[in-house]
């Protein structure tokens, strides 16, 4: 369940949380529409796990502390360290870890850890993989490396190019077997030769990381199988 519920939190606070709606969490209306999204996420989960229904409360519980966590956050957490990766990263192990707390409170641990245990456990561990790579660790270089949004302007396409990256080389990883270690070095050595902006994501150290990323948690996942 727990896969589950963390797969629900990575689209939440990755996929849908654009740039416009984290500046407009620094309002009440902001952080109401990004709790609604992350509720709204958890409800869906019912459709692919029935027992997901029953958990409702849990749910509420877990969007209230999400709520608590993101107003600390923009409030006082960003003024409080002088690097905003240290927010930023402290943040996300709260709704972890409120996640791992609040749901072994309420669902056995037989059916909170095993993906054999609920509908479209593995599918949502190989999900999460993917949001990782190509959503949260770009947005975690962003934090790192352009916190001030400098160049705001070539983050979309920056970050296709990191999702594609990511992408390609986690499926690599999964499907390439031993393929995928030249075709990823070809791929980085012309990356690295051409970078496409000045964006962070596109210097060598963003992408490196990127790609870093996508083939250790491929790498991983194939070690599951």
Partial sequence: MFYLFLLAHMI???????????????????????????????????LLEPAARALWPAMLAIGAIHFLADWWKVNYGDGLFKQPLVPYLLDQVIHIGTLVLVLSLVVPPAQLWSPDAVAYGWLAIYLNAYMLAALAVPITLIVLFDPSFRHAAQAAHARARSLLAAVVVLSLSLL??????????????????????????????????????????GALLAGLR
């Fill in 12 to 46: 939440a606070d990755f996929a849908l949380q654009p740039l416009w709606l984290v500046r407009r969490k620094r309002y009440w209306y902001g952080l109401v529409i990004h709790i609604g999204l992350v509720l709204v996420c958890m409800l869906a989960l019912g």
């Fill in 176 to 217: 390439a077997g031993p393929l995928a270690l030249p075709v990823t070095l070809a791929g980085l050595a012309w990356a690295l030769r051409r970078p496409a902006s000045q964006h962070p994501l596109d210097t060598p150290s963003g992408i490196m990381a990127v790609v870093f990323v996508a083939a250790t948690t």
